[in-house]
């Protein structure tokens, strides 16, 4: 994207910088928006988990972070992001396939959009785009870089960039390294640097820890039984009659429509949007209530397979949460001199967030998701529409407020949320040594090796 471009959009937006962001943009007012974005949980837009974003791409609002004093400096921060939009992966592709020939050969109805699908939308979706980054995913990380940028003016600058003070690590899978390279674009764009490229490290031990996590691999992953209650929500009530209203709109048999037609429906209108910003046809093949059913159904996936399921899940990600603090204790080592690494981007992947997420102890519900009792999880806080769209991330800011009042920040898209169990605490930044305290448990332990190994002694059960 051009630098003047960049410059532009710069200047447009600078005011933004302080103000208050406006907080009545409506999505649902916006028909280019389908009326269940919402609801599209990992497969998301990261804008409709901040709407203001819609008006303003690059629009921050540094009034929500606010140090208990006017002495606190920010000493470093930790980003760790979800890659940007990607296209669907080959084995959706294949369900979209088969839900796109049922619909051309078989339904019959009059309604206009249909007569759209069938006359004049075409399957453009390919087997080999397999997951790979598409262009908006790019954009989620060019914005996102300049957007840290502004809302941490002091960190994420030219003189801390060049001089290798901020440092890049990704995933190896190929929309990671894509969206490592976008968002190092994003800040070179920003700054019109043109005469130095900056490394970035491939690190799937950290960013891909649970392929590596064998107790995970063998009693969660490749375990079917461990989603079972995922399987019986498929084959209940409320995912039956969603799957009987898909084939009443469609006017075919009840027996045509699948779980997995249901899902591949749901696929077409998130993927049409987060791709396009198309309000698809495909979209009209749901109302609200279907949506929700469809969202609890993915948010109980990521439960059982990611999420307080079961202990190894989070478990698996000790790793990343022992890098996370020992980077933190480093800076905070550092802080009278020059703190050697001010910036650690990490790109991974949803399954990187929730698995570290969930350890620290967020989103945690009373009850947890099961397969009968949808109707009393509307209010439920495990909502993976809102917690990992593409582009999520978790951003942790040490402040160094003088006196040794070191404060840690955790924001996530954004926004500043509040560790659980230390709520008394000054807003959302609570003293470094207490989140450590509170933590102390998963730093005494927390071992890789150990929690991931497949055969314990009985003792150690």
């Given amino acids: 994207m051009p630098t003047i471009f960049w410059k532009t ?11 208050c962001l406006r907080s009545d943009v409506n999505p649902q007012e916006n028909p280019n928006i389908p009326a269940i974005a919402k609801y599209f949980t990992t497969k998301g837009r990261y804008e409709e988990v ?35 939009t990607r296209y669907p992966t080959a084995k959706n592709v294949k369900k979209m396939q088969k839900l796109y020939d ?27 785009m397999d997951g790979r980054l598409v262009q908006k995913g790019v954009e989620d990380h060019k914005h996102l870089a300049v957007r840290l940028s502004k809302l941490f003016p002091s960190l994420i600058t030219e003189d801390k960039l060049r001089g290798g003070l901020i440092k890049f690590i990704t995933s190896s899978k190929h929309r990671c390294v894509n969206s490592t390279l976008s968002f190092k674009a994003g800040l070179t764009e920003l700054w019109a640097i043109k005469d130095k490229e900056f490394d970035h490290a491939v690190n799937d031990a950290l960013m891909r820890f649970f392929d590596q996590c064998t107790r995970f ?53 998130a993927y049409e949007f987060a791709i396009k910003t198309v309000n698809s046809p495909w979209c009209r093949l749901f109302d ?18 990611r999420g307080y399921g079961y202990e190894i899940n989070s478990k698996s990600s000790c790793i990343l949460f022992h890098d996370l603090f020992n980077r933190l204790d480093k800076a905070a080592t550092e802080k009278s001199g020059q703190v050697t690494e001010a910036v650690t981007v990490q790109v991974g992947h949803a399954e990187t967030l929730l698995p570290l997420l969930t350890l620290l102890g967020f989103f945690k519900d009373s009850d947890p998701l099961t397969s009968t009792n949808y109707a009393t999880q509307t209010q439920r806080s495990f909502r993976t529409s809102r917690m990992l769209p593409y582009a999520a991330n978790l951003l942790l800011v040490l ?30 930044m609570p003293l470094y040594q207490d989140v450590k305290q509170h933590y102390r448990e998963l730093l005494k332990g ?16």
């Fill in 102 to 128: 049922l619909v051309k050969s078989s339904a019959k109805s009059k309604k206009s959009w249909l007569h759209e699908i069938q006359s004049q939308w075409m399957m453009w979706y390919t087997e080999d």
């Fill in 446 to 461: 927390c071992d890789f090796e150990e929690v991931c190994q497949l055969f314990k002694q009985p003792a150690d059960v």
């Fill in 9 to 19: 959009l710069l200047i447009t937006t600078i005011t933004g910088l302080s103000c």
């Fill in 399 to 428: 402040y160094d407020c003088g006196g040794g009042d070191l404060r840690l920040q955790p924001l996530l898209n954004e926004k500043p949320v509040t560790f659980p169990g230390l709520t008394d605490q000054q807003a959302s």
């Fill in 288 to 305: 609200e209530v279907d949506a929700q059913v469809m969202e609890y159904a993915n948010d109980l996936k990521q439960f059982w397979k």
């Fill in 217 to 269: 691999v063998q009693e969660v992953d490749n375990n079917p039984s461990a989603l079972s209650e995922v399987d019986m929500f498929k084959q209940g009530p409320e995912m039956r009659r969603v799957q009987e209203k898909i084939a009443d709109r469609l006017n075919v048999p009840y027996s045509n429509i699948t779980h997995d037609m249901a899902e591949a429906a749901f696929y077409f209108c």
């Fill in 50 to 84: 901040n709407p203001y974003l819609i008006e303003d791409i690059l629009a921050v609002n540094r009034s929500m972070l606010q140090p208990p004093s006017a002495q606190c400096r920010e000493i470093h921060l930790t980003a760790i992001i979800r890659h940007g």
